[in-house]
Structure formats: structure tokens, C-alpha cells
């Protein structure tokens, strides 16, 4: 019973939480008359950049601790974590469409995140992940069995690993090209192939690894 009231009360809370969230971007993208945003934004940095930065990064904080707390032992710390993310993030969509009906499309780019670079991905990307997520976080919570091998963890990296690529792709080659210009890139394509390899490895890795219980 007591799972049940922390996925309820850290869903409230990471709902609320989202709610903040969207409601921060609605007051940028007013400040900076974005109606557009890979036509209208402009990440030249001026002394909001790094508030934005910090704000971001103090979200991750509290999502962290709220799964600290609310945990009884690392692997539901870690199940916390991702259900709470993957909450957050699905709502924060949902609040914005909500607010000022946007994204029109689960094919409209925005910028994930500006840590360590400037992620860009199509909005139904971060929703796939969190959706996967939340079901990982969920087994986790409620003490499904597991057995994990060495071989797992590095299939699992490495897709995760690609998945980050695929965020970061375009500011990746600006720093290899050797300019300064990450803030200043905007996506032309996204890649589709790495991401759903990628992405699909990962639900299949996970579900072997939880296959005894997800059986049973």
C-alpha cells in the first residue's frame, strides 16, 4: 500500500512540478517572441542563458532527491528517479499544449536540454524515453526480479549513449569542426535510424533482463 501512495504522491508532485516547468518556457518564449521555435530562437548567450542553465539543472536536482527520500534501497531510488522523470516530462508537453497549444505535432523540434550542449529532437522522442521510463521505474518501485550481466550494462550505455549523440548530433560536429558557434546551431534532420536502434535495443535489453517477472 505504501508504493501505491508514494507513485500517487510523487506523480502530484512532478504533475505540479511540470507545471512550473512549462509555465517558465511560456514567460521565455513571450520574452523572446517565439512563435517559431527554430525559426525565432536566438541562444546567443545574454544574462538569462545561465539561469536558464541553472534552472535546468536544479530540476534534475530535485527530481534526484524526491527519489532519495522516497526509495527504500538504491534500485527503488533509481525506479523513483525515472518514474518521477518520466512523469515530469510527458506533462510538461501536455501543460504547454494546455497553456499555448503547442506542439502542434509530435514532429515539432525543441531544445531537450542545454547540458553539457544544446539537445534538439522531434517532441515525441523525449516522450518514447519516458514512457520507457516510467515502465523500468515501475518494476523497479515494486521489487520485480531482475538479473543483470555485464554484457547488459554495456548494450545499455552503448544505447543510451547513441540516444545522447542523437540529441547532441549537430553541436557534436560543430566542436569537432572547431568553431565556437554550439549556441548557435539550429537542427536541419534528426536521425531517425540511430535513435530507433538504439531505443529499441534498450526495450529489448530491459525486458530480458526483467523477463523472469514480466513472465511471471
Known amino acids: 500500500m505504501l508504493k501505491e501512495k508514494n507513485l500517487i504522491w510523487i506523480g502530484i508532485f512532478t504533475i505540479a512540478m511540470a507545471y512550473l516547468e512549462s509555465a517558465v518556457v511560456v514567460y521565455l518564449r ?27 539543472a536544479a530540476t534534475i ?8 527520500f522516497a526509495g527504500s534501497k538504491w534500485s527503488k531510488k533509481i525506479g523513483y528517479f525515472f518514474f518521477s522523470f518520466g512523469i515530469w516530462d510527458i506533462f510538461y508537453y501536455i501543460w504547454l ?13 525543441d531544445i531537450l536540454f542545454l547540458i553539457p550542449l544544446p539537445w534538439w529532437g ?25 538479473r543483470i550481466m555485464l ?4 548494450i545499455l550505455g552503448v544505447a543510451i549513449l547513441l540516444i545522447l549523440y542523437t540529441f547532441m548530433e549537430d553541436s557534436v560536429k560543430v566542436i ?11 537542427p536541419t534532420s534528426f536521425n531517425w ?19 523472469t517477472a514480466i513472465k511471471k
Request: aromatic share 18%; hydrophobic share 55%.
Open 30 to 56: 513571450a520574452i523572446y517572441k517565439i512563435e517559431d521555435l527554430l525559426r525565432d530562437i536566438n541562444l546567443t548567450p545574454d544574462k538569462y542563458t545561465f539561469i536558464e542553465i541553472g534552472r535546468e
Open 61 to 68: 536536482v530535485m527530481l534526484i532527491f524526491i527519489a532519495l
Open 97 to 109: 499544449y494546455i497553456f499555448i497549444g503547442w506542439p502542434k505535432s509530435f514532429f515539432e523540434w
Open 122 to 146: 522531434p517532441v515525441i522522442t523525449p516522450i518514447l524515453i519516458s514512457l520507457l521510463l516510467i515502465s523500468i521505474g515501475y518494476l523497479l518501485i515494486n521489487d520485480f526480479k531482475f
Open 151 to 154: 554484457i547488459d550494462w554495456i
Open 176 to 186: 569537432l569542426s572547431g568553431t565556437d558557434d554550439i549556441l548557435k546551431i539550429k
Open 193 to 211: 535510424t540511430i535513435f530507433l536502434l538504439a531505443l529499441v535495443t534498450w526495450v529489448i535489453t530491459t525486458f530480458r533482463v526483467f523477463y
